[in-house]
């Protein structure tokens, strides 16, 4: 019998076989691996393996298999040698990656077990967007550290949400209070991802999603509703489908955004259009049709596109409600992203649509993190797996994060979703029961002492508690975003003070079992910090509800007695400092006043109430 289990990988891999021994390795020897090792090798077969040097270790060599599988990889351990072979130079990266992790594994023993590892992916697209343009943009620091952990998951692409976070030379005016990355900022993070075998893509929303755009002029008299579009925060925005002046001002955008990727592939968006035909293109839906305005919209886009060459993403919730349209979608060059973000979204219908259809596709399932506070854990599972199941036929799995109404999470709750995603995505059978707490405490958050993965995923099902499920958010963000609605809106149906209570006792269990931030590492720390923050807006949120519900009538925040709201705002408002602290910990200052601003917007409620 061994005297040792098999270790926690992420992905699991597909094929582990522990062999007896082990491997002496240099305490140091995880952060030690470089990726550029993996294009060194110039060949396959004997003559081309190239051996690295690693002093105080075992002896490295790597090497092209072309037998093994696209991606994949063979990692033989074995006491003072380890091989990696790889199908290609992306497969011997891979393996380095799992190398990677054993090493971080044996850190403190200075070990790894004798071993070997033939592991390949099910999708070759495991993709993950970050959404940049809600109000946070990581500092440069914490996105490499962010996309190099992506890259130890074996994420080969990665998407940056934009709607106005780049900077635009000649459009200051829409940017100027974001922290916008820049063109200078994009072609070193294309070069890391490059590096990491990521392919970075390019992203800009072209039709809905255009509100911080709208807002100004000269952008505003190109939108579907321009008077409305002047309201901040009202919703979704959207340029007129039939303004010929759009698609000019949409190709100077791409000539100055593209040129800083190499990818020659391009995310126009195109999504949740609400807008559409209830303003100036309100006689041309009538005449033609909603769907078929949208079609023509999007040929345009995509002939500016195809005329920069590249290949056009777009996401899929508009044309899968005119399926009588798919044939007529230019077959080539072209990607749709299917999203949905509940455990019960549609993914094999619309999978088997587009199958039918021919056209490329990739299913995007989401992290469950916004407009939550502490995550929805049990939805994100289910729609994560609901994704990876119905991926077959297509291009691949990107999985999402977002930032509605502030982008009020802080960044430890959207490893969940990118690390069950990228697992998945990697090898389904393999990964579908994975110890996500424990991969996630060795790989992604590393405590020193305690755990943190499982305190978060517990936290993350205390919305259960409640008895109310709402899409896309949980009771606890609804409370601190709407305080204009009633407690009876019937959008909180089921919403009860034994459900908060409940939920209330599930949120300090949970952190009674999180690792404390003073025995941890910085990057640990830091985690621990914002997720007990996130966990006391929750509380927060619940100890409002209950007020209100006492309250009676409505349920109403101005029929809470006036000593009660001012607790509440007494409470409140440390906790938009300690948002603002920890905000500025990972992220620029852009678009922290609109995120805190929503808060204070609720410490006006009480105080005025």
Not at 67 to 90: K, M, N
Request: net charge negative; charged share 25%; aromatic share 8%.
């Amino acid at each position: 019998m061994k005297e040792y289990r098999e270790p926690i990988l992420l992905p699991r891999p597909r094929g582990v076989v522990l062999r007896d021994g082990w491997c002496d390795i240099p305490a140091d020897l995880a952060g030690r691996i470089d990726p550029a090792w993996a294009r060194r090798v110039k060949g396959g077969g004997a003559a081309g393996r190239v051996a690295i040097v690693l002093d105080g270790g075992p002896g490295l060599s790597l090497g092209i298999d072309e037998t093994a599988r696209p991606q994949g990889y063979r990692l033989e351990v074995a006491p003072g040698a380890i091989s990696v072979a790889g199908h290609d130079h992306s497969g011997i990266f891979y393996g380095l990656m799992t190398l990677r992790q054993l090493a971080r594994l044996g850190r403190e023993t200075g070990r790894i077990p004798a071993v070997v590892i033939e592991d390949w992916p099910d999708l070759a697209v495991r993709g993950a967007m970050l959404d940049v343009s809600r109000d946070r943009v990581p500092t440069m620091e914490r996105l490499l550290e962010t996309i190099d952990t992506l890259a130890g998951l074996k994420v080969n692409q990665i998407q940056l949400y934009m709607e106005h976070a780049f900077a635009y030379e000649r459009h200051q005016i829409v940017w100027q209070d974001a922290s916008p990355l820049t063109a200078k900022e994009i072609r070193i993070i294309d070069a890391f991802c490059h590096d990491r075998f990521i392919e970075l893509i390019p992203n800009q929303n072209s039709f809905g999603h255009m509100e911080r755009w709208l807002l100004h002029d000269p952008y505003n008299e190109l939108a579907e509703l321009p008077d409305k579009a002047r309201e901040k925060f009202a919703g979704s925005r959207s340029l007129c489908p039939i303004d010929d002046r759009v698609f000019p001002f949409l190709e100077e955008l791409y000539d100055e955004l593209l040129p800083n990727f190499a990818s020659r592939r391009f995310n126009v968006g195109l999504d949740e259009t609400f807008d559409l035909g209830k303003g100036r293109s309100r006689e041309a839906c009538e005449r033609l049709g909603s769907g078929r305005v949208y079609l023509e919209y999007l040929k345009k886009v995509y002939e500016l596109v195809r005329r920069r060459g590249h290949r056009m993403q777009f996401w899929a919730d508009i044309i899968l409600n005119y399926p009588e349209l798919l044939p007529e979608l230019p077959h080539e060059w072209i990607t749709v992203l299917i999203w949905g973000y509940e455990a019960n979204h549609p993914f094999d219908e619309q999978c088997r649509r587009l199958r039918q259809s021919g056209l490329p596709f990739c299913v995007s399932p989401g992290t469950s993190s916004w407009n939550a506070l502490i995550g929805r854990t049990a939805n994100m599972r289910a729609n994560v797996l609901g994704a990876a199941r119905a991926a077959e036929g297509s291009m691949g799995l990107l999985m999402t994060d977002w930032g509605d109404n502030g982008h009020w999470q802080h960044p430890p709750s959207m490893w969940p979703g990118f690390a069950l995603g990228a697992a998945v995505a990697w090898s389904l059978q393999a990964n579908e029961n994975i110890d996500l707490a424990a991969a996630l405490d060795a790989h992604v958050f590393e405590p020193k002492s305690g755990h943190i993965a499982a305190a978060l995923l517990d936290l993350g099902d205390a919305y259960l508690d409640t008895g109310v499920l709402i899409p896309n958010a949980t009771i606890f963000g609804q409370l601190l975003i709407y305080p204009e609605r009633p407690i009876s809106d019937e959008r909180w149906s089921g919403l009860s003070a034994i459900g908060l209570e409940a939920a209330m006792h599930h949120i300090e269990q949970a952190l009674h079992g999180l690792a404390p931030a003073a025995m941890q590492p910085p990057a640990a720390a830091l985690a621990v910090e914002q997720i007990r923050h996130n966990a006391a807006m929750a509380l927060h949120a619940c100890r409002q509800g209950l007020a209100r519900i006492a309250a009676g009538k409505d349920g109403r925040i101005e029929d809470v007695p006036a000593a009660a709201r001012a607790r509440l705002a007494g409470e409140l408002e440390p906790l938009i400092e300690e948002h603002r602290r920890l905000w500025l910990a990972d992220s620029r200052p852009g678009g922290l006043a609109d995120s805190a601003g929503r808060l204070e917007k609720l410490v006006s409620c009480y105080r005025l109430a």
